[in-house]
């Protein structure tokens, strides 16, 4: 895969565990491929300056905490759903990080397992918050946040009262999460999401390469496999009937 809009650079300020919280369970998402979708996706919008991405499997909230404190400037609203109400915890727990409360009230968990244990791993994640605090002193404005219970294959609200620009979910598959439901291949997600896109708004997904996505209401414009993974981008068509 061709990387077209950011270069190979350490993220070990974003890594996993390290500011951000970890649990076990939960899986990461590379970082640089991240921003290239997220960018991509941008790019399909015209750029805009302010956009709201949504998740609808948002487990630990890692990939939007990740785009966040990349595209502080750029994001308006971060909006996350999940199935499961731990996922949710760890999500709000993590999409707090993006506001300075929240973000110093993480500093001092840090210094407190530093007091404790006296590890370097504690040292260097002192280190990186340090960094990420920059973004949050620097910036413009304040990212909204909203994080809400949701089954998105089943039985997802009409009742949300938000619309996205960008849809960006890593779908579960591989060995560390499942669909709770059951649901594995031919997964109807696209067409849930018709209550809360605009005319205009783009959905990336990530997947293995058995899981299919497919809807009469989606035209795909893009998709490229990267190793195991699989990510398409798609755009509604014919809005005015869905």
Not at 5 to 10: A, P
């Amino acid at each position: 895969m061709v990387y077209k809009y950011l270069e190979n650079r350490n993220f070990e300020d974003l890594a996993s565990g390290k500011v951000i919280v970890h649990r076990a369970g939960y899986p990461n998402f590379p970082v640089r491929l991240a921003q290239e979708i997220f960018s991509r996706c941008l790019e399909h919008l015209g750029n805009p300056d302010s956009v709201c991405i949504y998740d609808p499997c948002c487990g630990g909230g890692y990939l939007l905490t990740v785009l966040g404190f990349l595209n502080f400037e750029r994001i308006k609203t971060i909006i996350a759903s999940d199935i499961s109400d731990d996922a949710i915890q760890l999500t709000t727990e993590n999409l707090s990080l993006l506001d300075k409360n929240g973000f110093k009230k993480r500093i001092q968990q840090i210094n407190d397992l530093l007091s404790l244990y006296n590890k370097n791993s504690h040292i260097e994640a002192l280190n990186s918050a340090a960094n990420l605090l920059d973004i949050l002193e620097n910036s413009t404005h304040e990212i909204e946040r909203k994080v809400f219970k949701a089954d998105i294959l089943s039985n997802f609200s009409l009742d949300n009262d938000f619309k996205a620009d960008i849809v960006f979910t890593d779908v579960p598959y591989g060995n560390l999460v499942e669909w709770q439901n059951g649901n594995k291949d031919n997964i109807n997600l696209l067409d849930q999401l018709l209550p809360v896109i605009k005319e205009r708004t783009v959905v990336a997904i990530c997947s293995d390469k058995s899981q299919k996505f497919q809807s009469d209401n989606f035209q795909r414009i893009e998709k490229q496999v990267i190793g195991k993974r699989l990510f398409q981008i798609f755009r509604v068509v014919n809005f005015g009937l869905t």
